[in-house]
């Protein structure tokens, strides 16, 4: 990056804003996917976590990979469930909501933060041009 | 009959006097700056390559307007308008260049990942394309309004 990009900086704010609504993106699928015993291949909905990483020389934020969480399953005692196992207990994916609600207040909080740089930026640009008047 | 070659004789001479002032212009230049000279001989004015700038600004909203429309199109690849690096290329090319012929150009730079439905237009990056080419688009309008009070201001002297 030019180091006299005028428009670096609002580039940087909605790499971060991108970044935070993917965030948001896998945090709906975690909570849509809190209680799904089945995701297919046997076992149930692993949740996901979304890895960022800087882009060089402050060019902003960019998505890393999306990783599963490989903590355990829960284990729920239902044996009423056609999934059960023989002692009654069924495996629910490791989504905790207490976690995900935490998590999604966090990419609130820094898309608003986000996006106060980028229209803060686009006010000191515009006292810029007022001089030209 | 007589009149209309005196006309014609006129307009010549006329032509001939620009001509030697715009020459004399340009030597003038090239006494104080080289590196203007070249640049700015080719172009014809100040309000022509403002103008110029406004139009590619222009078509740049419709671009963005139309990419926000079709956020959930599905196949739809986003446009984007090419021009700053056309104009780059016509000031450092050595030949004389007509600013009006200097067009922006629509294309599809099909860099940014596609979503699910083949799209791939991202609502953020629209809406910072829209507040860059807002402040660009200010910043245009305030040199051309500029360039106005400096001619008007020429003209109030009496």
New interface residues.
């Given amino acids: 990056m030019e180091v006299d990009n ?2 670096g900086p ?2 940087i ?2 790499s971060g ?2 970044a935070q ?1 993917k965030q948001m993106e896998v945090i709906s699928s975690n909570v849509a996917n809190a209680r799904t015993a089945d995701a297919g291949k046997g076992e149930p909905y692993r949740r996901l976590e979304v890895l960022f990483e800087s882009d060089d020389d402050m060019g902003g934020v960019k998505l890393d990979k999306i990783l599963p969480d490989m903590s355990d399953f829960l284990s729920v005692f239902d044996p009423g469930n056609p999934l059960a196992d023989e002692q009654g207990y069924i495996a629910m994916p490791n989504v905790s909501l207490p976690v995900e609600m935490m998590n999604l207040n966090i990419a609130t909080r820094v898309y608003q933060a986000n996006a106060a740089i ?1 229209k803060r930026y ?1 006010q000191m ?2 006292t810029t ?1 007022e001089l ?2 | 009959m007589l009149k209309i070659t005196a006309l014609k004789c006129l307009a010549r001479l006329l032509l001939i006097f620009f001509e030697q002032t715009r020459f004399v212009q340009g030597s003038c230049f090239a006494v104080t700056n080289r590196y203007w000279e070249t640049k700015m001989s080719k172009t014809n004015s100040i309000v022509d390559l403002i103008e110029a700038g406004i139009r590619a600004e222009n078509l740049r909203q419709k671009a963005i307007a139309n990419n926000i429309a079709n956020l959930e199109t599905p196949g739809y690849r986003r446009i984007d308008v090419k021009f700053e690096e056309l104009f780059m290329k016509a000031l450092d090319s050595t030949e004389t260049i007509d600013l009006s012929e200097i067009e922006p150009q629509l294309h599809q730079p099909k860099q940014t990942p596609v979503k699910s439905n083949g799209n791939d237009v ?4 629209e ?2 394309e829209m ?2 080419n ?2 660009r688009h ?2 245009y309008i ?2 051309l ?2 360039k106005f009070k400096q001619m008007e201001l020429a003209m109030e002297v009496k």
């Fill in positions: 005028v428009f609002i580039d704010a909605i804003l991108r609504s980028l686009q640009v515009e041009l030209l008047r | 991202n609502f953020e990056t809406v910072g507040v860059k807002t402040l200010k910043a305030r040199l309004s500029k």
